[in-house]
């Protein structure tokens, strides 16, 4: 048992080092677009935070969902943001796959540069859109008499520049349409939905996105529409750019390893077997490059193509 557990962690060890030497060749080639998506994280933070002092609170507008939907109030609030942070924290993991798992059908850095395109497009519509109207915050601390609706004039940009990450996340006013968490969960579902492989986990994801959508209206965080609008922009959104960017490079077919950079000794140490799986479309996994088993001082490849030369040449 002992040795059983010794060789699958060896194997594990292997795995890992491979997978991350293939994801360190192409971060090398776009670390660029991914430095640019998590910058751009920071940009929506401050616009976000921008707008919190143009912020004017007053009465709740008249909302569909909040007439179906019961309040869960102050002390639920919780529920929503648990929810968003499993889904977040799961499609993470999942991204992450391919260096444990044998069935690999994405490369991660690739798979983040798609992913932070899509928010990145999303975010810019959404900046665009709550800076052209202000609406009264629904939230709780946006409310009339709360003294956080309101932020004091800035001292400078400065104060302005600095998100005062969570607090000032959390407790924004003026960033409603549309919702950022459901541009983060149609984003993660819709990139599952494609590059995914279990369906019941597909299904599991919409459910969720869904459960999430109805759980913002009811803690009051977001109006309806912040929701509805964030539906079929993110929907369209992903559309487009995927029309636009190239897909992605898949794993479960062999050609998808030209797309690496390999060194001269890496091209010289492949097969003559590989080569011939390359061109009749099969995979290689880059970890299981290794020396073939000889036998009596023999290749195997040498014996199969001495067996095929003798078959030949006994044919009439």
Same mark, same amino acid.
């Given at each position: 048992m002992?040795?059983?557990i ?13 997978? &991350? ?6 971060? !090398?080639?776009n670390w660029?677009? !991914?430095?640019?998506?998590? *910058?751009?994280q920071?940009i929506h933070?401050v616009?976000?935070?921008?707008v ?6 007053g ?8 007439f179906?939907? /019961? ?11 648990t929810?968003f942070?499993? +889904?977040?924290?799961?499609?993470f993991?999942w991204t992450?796959?391919?260096f *444990?798992?044998?069935v690999k059908k ?6 983040w ?6 928010? +990145?497009?999303s975010?810019?519509l959404?900046i665009?859109?709550f800076y052209?109207t202000?609406?009264p915050?629904?939230?709780?601390h946006?409310?009339p ?7 004091p004039? /800035?001292?400078?940009?400065?104060e302005v520049?600095?998100?005062?990450f969570p607090?000032?996340?959390?407790y924004?006013?003026g960033?409603? !349409?549309?919702s950022s968490?459901?541009?983060? &969960?149609?984003?993660?579902v819709l ?10 986990i597909?299904q599991?994801?919409w ?8 759980l913002?209206?009811a803690?009051r965080?977001h109006?309806? *529409?912040? +929701?509805? +609008?964030?539906w ?6 992903v559309?487009?750019v995927?029309?636009?960017l190239p ?11 030209l797309?690496?950079p390999l060194s ?16 009749n479309?099969?995979? *290689?996994n880059?970890?299981d ?6 036998s009596?001082?023999?290749n ?7 067996q095929?030369?003798?078959s030949m040449?006994? &044919?009439p």
């Amino acid at each position: 048992m002992t040795l059983y557990i010794g060789r699958e962690a060896s194997k594990l060890w292997k795995r890992i080092c491979a997978e &991350t030497s293939a994801e360190s060749n192409l971060f !090398i080639d776009n670390w660029k677009y !991914i430095i640019a998506g998590f *910058v751009f994280q920071y940009i929506h933070g401050v616009a976000a935070r921008g707008v919190h002092y143009l912020h004017r609170p007053g009465p709740t507008l008249q909302d569909l969902g909040f007439f179906l939907l /019961p309040e869960l109030g102050q002390d639920k609030v919780y529920v929503s943001e648990t929810v968003f942070m499993f +889904v977040f924290l799961s499609f993470f993991l999942w991204t992450f796959h391919p260096f *444990v798992f044998k069935v690999k059908k994405f490369y991660t850095v690739q798979i983040w540069c798609r992913v932070l395109a899509y928010l +990145v497009v999303s975010q810019t519509l959404r900046i665009f859109t709550f800076y052209s109207t202000q609406l009264p915050g629904p939230n709780y601390h946006c409310r009339p008499g709360s003294k956080l609706a309101r932020l004091p004039e /800035p001292d400078g940009v400065l104060e302005v520049l600095v998100i005062n990450f969570p607090q000032g996340v959390i407790y924004g006013c003026g960033d409603l !349409i549309f919702s950022s968490h459901m541009i983060f &969960t149609l984003v993660f579902v819709l990139t599952y939905q494609k590059y995914g492989t279990r369906r019941c986990i597909k299904q599991f994801g919409w459910t969720i996105a869904i459960i999430q959508s109805l759980l913002i209206v009811a803690s009051r965080k977001h109006y309806t *529409v912040d +929701v509805v +609008v964030a539906w079929y922009t993110v929907n369209l959104v992903v559309f487009f750019v995927d029309k636009k960017l190239p897909e992605l490079s898949d794993r479960t077919n062999g050609s998808s390893l030209l797309l690496l950079p390999l060194s001269t000794k890496d091209k010289d140490n492949w097969t003559k077997e590989e080569n011939h799986k390359l061109l009749n479309g099969n995979s *290689v996994n880059p970890a299981d490059r290794r020396p073939r088993s000889q036998s009596n001082g023999k290749n195997l490849e040498d014996v199969n193509i001495n067996q095929v030369d003798t078959s030949m040449n006994s &044919t009439p």
